[in-house]
T-cell receptor, first 112, second 113 residues
Framework: NAGVMQNPRHLVRRRGQEARLRCSPV?????VYWYRQLPEEGLKFMVY????????ESGMPKERFSAEFPKEGPSILRIQQVVRGDSAAYFC??????????FGQGTRLTVV | EDQVTQSPEALRLQEGESSSLNCSYT??????LFWYRQDPGKGPEFLFT???AGEEKEKERLKATLTKKESFLHITAPKPEDSATYLC??????????????FGKGTLLTVNP
């Protein structure tokens, strides 16, 4: 999992600000997944993307959250107008196909 | 809805004291069952994938087994460096959407020297 790079590792935002989380998958991996880990909860699936396509966003809140995986550059998870309940660890994973996923070290978002 | 339940929530062992972690699952067509290890402040580290009942996989002091309803992670003669949270996840077989992992809440293992 050392190949999946996420930044920043820690992010502090005030309520109402925007948070942008970046994920560079393992070189050669074209499938990217975002998961959220709330305190005392298990990892929850949010969204699955392939280059320039959102395949499944069924786990994403309907409002304020969006994700992209452009042709060039990292995948971005964007949270607009953050609220305290958005505080969590956000993990990105990648795979070459729809199989074993390797995770990054995560971005820990704190909303104050 | 896919469900994964891990037990116990926490386990404390003495170094060298072997034990097992349990993962019970409900899924409509299992494509794979995954075990990960997660250290504090880190991302999940892949350990094993099991695909069919009766399958076993080993890595150092860890051995994972699978039945039609549960998986066990056996830890033989653990060392303090095995201390971590162990996560179990299932992947369902659903047409073209064979990718989502449904995770349990994990078992926090502490191995005392």
């Amino acid at each position: 999992n050392a190949g999946v790079m996420q930044n920043p590792r820690h992010l502090v935002r005030r309520r109402g600000q925007e948070a942008r989380l970046r994920c560079s998958p393992v070189k050669g991996h074209s499938h990217v997944y975002w998961y959220r880990q709330l305190p005392e909860e298990g990892l929850k699936f949010m969204v699955y993307l392939q280059k320039e396509n959102i395949i499944d966003e069924s786990g994403m809140p309907k409002e304020r959250f969006s994700a992209e995986f452009p042709k060039e550059g990292p995948s971005i998870l964007r949270i607009q107008q953050v609220v305290r309940g958005d505080s969590a660890a956000y993990f990105c994973a990648s795979s070459p196909r729809d199989e074993s996923a390797f995770f990054g070290q995560g971005t820990r978002l704190t909303v104050v | 809805e896919d469900q994964v339940t891990q037990s116990p929530e926490a386990l404390r062992l003495q170094e060298g004291e072997s034990s097992s972690l349990n993962c019970s699952y409900t899924v409509s067509g299992l494509r794979g069952l995954f075990w990960y290890r997660q250290d504090p402040g880190k991302g999940p580290e892949f350990l094993f994938t099991l695909y069919s009942a009766g399958e076993e996989k080993e890595k150092e002091r860890l051995k994972a087994t699978l039945t039609k309803k549960e998986s066990f992670l056996h830890i033989t003669a653990p060392k303090p460096e095995d201390s971590a949270t162990y996560l179990c996840a299932v992947q369902a077989r659903r047409g073209g959407s064979n990718y989502k992992l449904t995770f349990g809440k994990g078992t926090l293992l502490t191995v005392n020297p």
